[in-house]
Each structure stands twice: as C-alpha cells, then as structure tokens.
C-alpha cells in the first residue's frame, strides 16, 4: 500500500480571469498527484483565490479563508488572487493562513505548500507586482464537460481608473506570445472545445508590449486558421482600442463572433474624467457608430457604475438617456464602492447606499427592458446555436446554447451532443434568452 492520495479544494471568488487562473493551479496540484475534492470536504490543502474588485468581493474571501481555517484545523490554508497581491498583512493577520501568494510566482504553489507541511513557518510570497514584465504561462488543459474555453491572453492593466484596485493587483500590462496562443488553443480544440473567449486585464492593450508590437486582430487571424474551431469571442475591450482594423477583422472573418462587450462605466464626460476613463462620451457613441455600420448584426454588452462619488441626480438620468439611446444588448450594473488605497475612495460627495441602491435598481431594470428588446428581434428568424449541455426536463432533451451574439437559446433535441452547432427557428423570447424549434443540422457537422 503507498501513501493515501493527497487531497486539495479550491475556492473561486471574482470574475473568469480567476476562474482561468484556479484551473490553470489545479492542473498544477494534479500532476503533483493531488487529488482534487470539494470545498466543503475535508482536504489537506484549501486554496482560496480572492477577489478585490468589490467591498463585496474582499468580504467574500475573508468568509471563504474562514471556513477553510474552521474546516480542518490540520489543513493548509494557501491564499492567492487580488485580494492576496494588495492586503497580504490583512490576510497573514488571519489566524490559520500558512501561505498567501500573490499574482505571480504561482508555477511554485506545489512546491512552497510541500515545504510548508514539511514544517516550513508560514510565508507571504508577493512580489511587487510592478516589476512584472513576463506573461506567467500556466497552461489549462480542462475545462469539465464545456464546449466554451476561456483563454487568458493578456495580464496586468496601465491605466489606474481612479475607483480601480486592478493595476495594484495586476501589475502593469503584458501579453502573451502569438505562438503560445495559437499552441493552447489547438490543444483546446483536440479537447473537443468548439469557442475560445480571449480574455485580459486589459484585454484591448493585447500586444503593445511585444516585439514586434501585436493587436487583437493579429490574434483573430492566427486561430481563424485552425481547423475544428467554430467560434472566436473576445471578452472586454474598451472603445478606445477598438480601431478599424479590429472591426474589418471581425467582419471578414466568420469565426469571429459579433459581440463586443465595450464597457462605458459612465455616461457623463465630468464623470468619465474624474474616473480617468480615457475617452468621452461622443468618442464612444463613435465607436460604437462605426461597429454597428460594419458588424449590423453585432452584440453589444456593457459595464457600468452607479453611484460614482459626486454623481448627481441629473447625471444619472442622463446616464439612462445614453443607455437607452446605445441600445445595449446586456448591462452589467456595479455599485461604486470605495477600494482602499485607490484616488476615488478620498473623493468628496460619496453617495450614500441608499441612493446607490436605487440608482442601480433602475439602471439594472433599464438594462432588462433592452435585453428583452434585443432578444424579441430574434422571434421568427433562424439563429445559429453551439450546444452546451441539456438540463433536466421531463418532456424530454431541453437543451441550453448560445447564438454567436451570446443570446442563451434552449430548444428540444431528440440526439446530438455538446458542441453540436445547429440552426433553431425562434419561436419565443424574455429577459433571460429565446427559444424556438430545431431546423436542421448545419452541413459538414456530424
């Protein structure tokens, strides 16, 4: 008999680069021979990676290192993430953290908890984030049973938006090289993936710190190349990045999904200013003029805050005019709340809660009616769907997909599997998505 199989459980807070990064340290754990068990079971080691970007987010992670501290008192608490590259004094003040590791030096997390439990003392591992020059590649190699990869692409942002703790987190912006892309998402698609979502920091700044310089579009046009992948989606990309060579890339190539999520924060140029967004708001009606006239099909989803220090009444309904006259497809609403550390936090005029509650409530319900207007445009026409998987329904196969827009579609399927792209003739639609009929298998599909 040899030694039980070691066991790890992760917890993910935060948004999907964080997702990406948690598969990429499993993968790491499970070539080491760890076994991987659920949070709410008894491990040797609970890795927890934090999020920062919300009051929110940090109280979550402190409730999540809690738990794991309280779990199994014999266990190795490992925290990493945002939260662990800006407050490491707050998290190694935690009775019960052994190690916290920042943003960078993760290809080491197997090693550093081996030494650990060989009776190492605990250790906080964060780097100063800014010197930070090179893409850290972790490779993912799974995503359990999804037909959509999520690609990290890009790392670290520039810009230090005065509401921002990311750039502290993140450390300045870096690519990833054009080869290792193409390799990791060749090796996505031998897995079966049939969509790879780029994702970044800052997404857009993709390739200015490579020599030579790269762009977005450079990386649209290598993947289009491999074979079995059917779909490329980008993730965030702010309008100043969005030139017309991205948009004719798009457009000639149909890889390229018609959805772009240009996230705005603010409809009002002083707001936009205080927030050291780079751009006003008639540059981005712009952009998003000249998107619409080459992409007439295309998706587009936002961010935006409410509440932003100052922010008046008048502002924000403006902010509702703007909203309602871009039509966006999909609003992402955040409550402004003050990270420590960053310019806006001391900024006079902090709105209080309970304004800010209202304000998102109606800018969230707004983001309702539109998403609801977009999905109704599709009743009656034939939309392309890439299967994901079925849900449970007792009238038979009720399957869940997406349009290349992002639209969730569900439809009835007698046979066919994930990854499966079939053309659905819509029939109905709400807030959430649409649904309709299945009209035939697209040629060349199995």
């Not at 979550?60 to 939260?83: D, E, F």
């Not at 702010?238 to 240009?262: G, N, V, W």
């Not at 569900?410 to 499966?420: C, L, M, N, V, W």
């Amino acid at each position: 008999m040899g030694m039980p199989q070691k066991t790890v459980a992760f917890q993910t807070l935060g948004c999907k680069l964080n997702q990406y990064d948690t598969q990429s340290l499993m993968e790491l754990f499970r070539q080491r021979d760890y076994s991987i068990v659920d949070f709410s079971e008894p491990a040797d080691v609970y890795v927890i990676n934090t999020c920062t970007v919300t009051g929110n987010g940090e109280r979550k992670s402190r409730q999540a290192i809690n738990r794991a501290i309280r779990g199994n008192a014999q266990a190795l608490v490992v925290v990493t993430g945002c939260y662990a590259q800006t407050s490491p004094g707050e998290i190694m003040g935690m009775d019960g953290v052994d190690l916290v590791i920042g943003n960078q030096d993760r290809g080491r997390l197997v090693d550093l908890v081996e030494e650990i439990a060989a009776g190492q003392r605990p250790q906080v591992l964060v780097g100063d984030i800014f010197q930070a020059r090179e893409f850290e590649e972790l490779p993912v190699t799974e995503f359990t049973g999804r037909t959509r990869a999520t690609m990290k692409i890009q790392e670290g942002c520039n810009q230090f938006c005065t509401y921002c703790k990311i750039p502290y987190a993140r450390g300045p912006s870096r690519s990833r090289s054009l080869g290792a892309i193409v390799a990791e998402a060749q090796r996505l698609v031998e897995q079966g993936f049939r969509e790879i979502v780029l994702t970044g920091i800052h997404l857009g700044a993709y390739g200015q710190d490579l020599r030579p310089r790269s762009n977005l579009a450079a990386v649209i046009q290598a993947l289009h190349s491999i074979e079995n992948l059917a779909r490329i989606r980008l993730g965030s990309v702010d309008s100043p990045e969005i030139d017309d060579q991205l948009i004719h890339t798009m457009r000639y190539h149909p890889k390229a999904c018609p959805h772009l999520h240009i996230p705005l924060q603010a409809a009002d140029d002083q707001v936009l200013r205080r927030m050291r967004r780079p751009y006003t708001l008639q540059e981005y009606r712009t952009v998003i003029e000249r998107v619409r006239e080459q992409l007439p099909d295309v998706a587009i989803t936002t961010d935006i805050i409410v509440g932003f220090p100052g922010e008046t009444a008048g502002q924000f309904q403006a902010a509702l005019g703007f909203v309602r006259e871009m039509g966006f497809t999909r609003l992402h609403v955040f409550r402004y709340s003050p990270r420590r550390g960053t310019p806006a936090a001391t900024f006079p005029e902090q709105i209080p809660a309970r304004t800010k509650k209202q304000r998102s409530h109606q800018m969230i319900q707004l983001g309702q009616e539109l998403s609801l207007a977009f999905h109704q445009r599709h009743i009656g026409r034939d939309v392309e769907v890439l299967w994901e998987e079925p849900l449970i329904d007792d009238k038979g196969e009720l399957w869940e997909g997406h349009t290349p827009t992002y639209v969730k579609v569900k439809a009835y399927r007698t046979q066919g599997e994930p990854g499966d792209i079939q053309m659905v003739k819509i029939k109905g639609a709400d807030e959430e998505g649409i649904w309709g009929k299945v009209v035939e298998e697209l040629p060349g599909q199995a």
